[in-house]
């Protein structure tokens, strides 16, 4: 086999297992569960594992953590606007599949299965919030200090459980003054719509309000 040959199989095999690696990491989309159950939670544990399993580069494992977090995202799509408003729903699908990957990477590295005791898991089953990572940009490094979030589902408003402190905004790439910057608020999974349409409003101090839709019926 020649050079160009054996150059075009190397580059079908990649985009193969890009490809398989987007399907075992996107199943059909389903409302946020917020009654798992144990047989539930260990499938994800199990996707996760499986997704990190077959990531054996840099390049695959980067393919696996984007289409994992495009499954929890909602808002602007960073990739084709670096610098719209979108958020993170750490759901607890979220962090069973991000455990799952924890336990094929310990597997790899000890060279043994590594698995998450039940009563490990039952305590994610039982974690009572929503955990939303809101990631937005602004024109000096401290504008997302102050800022508040609420979820509003038709004419319900439901203020957050607690919201973390906003980091210090990092410079953007490129000429004009511009940072990113995230926070993070938890929200009880007992005070909304699972299902439901929703709005993430965040208002900053000066006034200025961003909106970030979120369909729930959407999200693992």
Known sequence: MGFTSAYAC?????????????LIVSPPAFAIEVNMTMESAKA????????????SDVESVATVMKALEQRYRVGANPEEDPCGPHAILRTRRYWL???????????KRLNRPIRMPENKIQEILNMPYLEVE????GDEEFFAEGAEIALQQGSNIIRPVDVGPAERG?????????YRSRFTARFAYADFDPQGKSILAVFFPDGKLIN?????????
């Open 10 to 22: 190397l580059s079908l095999r990649k985009i193969v297992v890009a490809a398989w690696l987007l």
């Open 44 to 55: 994800a544990l199990a996707e996760g594992r499986a997704s990190m399993e077959q990531a």
């Open 97 to 107: 599949e991000y455990f799952g990957r924890r336990e094929a990477a310990e597997s």
């Open 134 to 137: 809101v990631r937005l940009c």
């Open 170 to 178: 990092r410079k953007n790439p490129g000429p004009a003054p511009s």
């Open 212 to 220: 970030i839709e979120a369909d729930f019926s959407k999200i693992p």
